[in-house]
């Protein structure tokens, strides 16, 4: 397999940032933890606001009795 090429970076102003935070917690929370982070103040609708954003991911994966989440802009 051929290894992956670097990304080629334009001259223009086409940076981008991508934030990502990740948490976890008991798994019998997590069903209240993804509503909060749907609908918090600071979770999605928050990233979703942001000029420019491009997108928002919410993730979720349950390991054994915690969840794990990942959410990235």
Known sequence: ???LAAPRISPRND???ARVWHGVG???KAD???DYL???PRG???YQS???NRGVALLRRVEGRRVHFLLVS
């Open 50 to 52: 942001v000029p420019g």
């Open 38 to 40: 749907a609908n918090s």
């Open 32 to 34: 209240a933890y993804a």
């Open 26 to 28: 008991p798994l019998e």
């Open 1 to 3: 397999m051929a290894p």
């Open 15 to 17: 940076s981008m940032i």
């Open 44 to 46: 999605v609708r928050a």
